[in-house]
């Protein structure tokens, strides 16, 4: 597989990009020349069936980075035990997700929960962490750590970024909802209360103004379609590239983040794109196989080691559809 050239060179030019929460165009754009950035070979238009869908403008070559993408939005998973929450979450930075090595000299704790990898991770999170730490959580985490749920805690972060007024509390709608089943509902109308009654003391009822049932359900029903969950591969990012045809082995997931345009690729069980987290919830959207201009670019949302009946049940169950792709069609 021939190695992209300029990719070295993307990498260590990467860092000079400034992210902006929130600004819909600032997921990196750029691919090859620092001096003349010029967009991913990509365009986001219509489809016929499965609403909007990425689409390339040129051959892309197998192992191309699309482009890559800053996250909107992450939370570390939350730990599977108390006694574990501390030793967990001094794993992972809080932002961006970066596993902590043990004494790692940059990480900076700020409780005995929450660590940082970096200055400039601790830095971003002003906003919301400002808010989140006028707050008792204990019973808002315990709720989500006992059950496992995820989507909670990224809902949790979106209003402190609101309250904070870091983003605005419609800066998601432009993502789809997933229906939510009415046990979903039930569930949603507790969460919705523990969140709001935890809030309430210690932040302003103006500021809080925003946090209806409403808003709630519609943060919870876009994050649980449009959440990707972020398992790390370490490594170098050259070793990667020549196994990205490959399915790489991925260690286990370390939290879960919400991208803007990796929202946009559609599904399929023999997906022609990757989407990869090397060291932190930043992720590299790769070419596993040649894309002609025009074609559709597809990931797939689910492992695709998975067998038809499981894949077509976890499809439906998680996002709501049933999978037509030519791999299901024939019946692999
Ligand atoms: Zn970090
Ligand atoms: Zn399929």
Not at 2 to 23: A, D, E, G, W
Not at 219 to 243: C, K, M, P, Q, T
């Amino acid at each position: 597989m021939p190695l992209p050239t300029n990719i070295s060179r993307l990498i260590s030019t990467r860092k000079l990009y400034r992210h902006h929460h929130f600004n819909f165009l600032s997921f990196t754009t750029t691919n090859t020349d620092l001096e003349k950035p010029s967009p991913p070979p990509i365009q986001v238009q219509l489809t016929e069936s499965s609403g909007r869908g990425v689409f390339a403008t040129r051959t892309i070559k197998p192992g191309e980075l699309i482009h890559t993408a800053k996250p909107l939005l992450t939370h570390p998973s939350p730990s599977p035990s108390p006694s574990l929450t501390h030793q967990n979450h001094n794993k992972i930075c809080y932002f961006c997700l970066r596993k902590l090595k043990l004494g790692q000299k940059l990480a900076i704790s700020h409780s005995p929960t929450v660590s940082f990898c970096s200055d400039e991770c601790a830095n971003r999170s002003k906003g919301f962490y400002e808010v989140e730490k006028r707050v008792d959580w204990s019973e808002y985490n315990d709720y989500c750590r006992q059950r496992g749920f995820k989507y909670p805690l990224l809902v949790k972060r979106m209003a402190c970024m609101v309250i904070s007024e870091e983003t605005s509390s419609d800066s998601l709608d432009i993502f789809q909802p997933a229906s939510l089943l009415p046990e979903m509902i039930s569930e949603m109308e507790e969460e919705f209360g523990l969140l709001k009654s935890t809030l309430r003391g210690a932040i302003k009822d103006e500021q809080m103004t925003f946090l209806t049932k409403d808003w709630y359900a519609g943060i919870l029903a876009r994050i649980r379609i449009n959440a990707f969950r972020v398992e790390v591969v370490g490594g170098s990012y050259e070793d990667l590239l020549l196994s990205a045809a490959a399915s790489v082995e991925a260690e286990a997931a370390v939290g879960n983040a919400v991208y803007m345009l990796p929202s946009f690729y559609n599904h399929d069980c023999d997906p022609n794109v990757h989407i990869l987290w090397i060291e932190n919830a930043d992720a590299r959207l790769v070419a596993i196989h040649e894309i002609e201009a025009g074609e559709e670019l597809r990931i797939c949302y689910i492992d695709t080691s998975i067998a038809h009946g499981t894949r077509q049940q976890l499809l439906l169950q998680g996002f709501g559809f049933k999978c037509n792709c030519a791999r299901c069609i024939s019946g692999d």
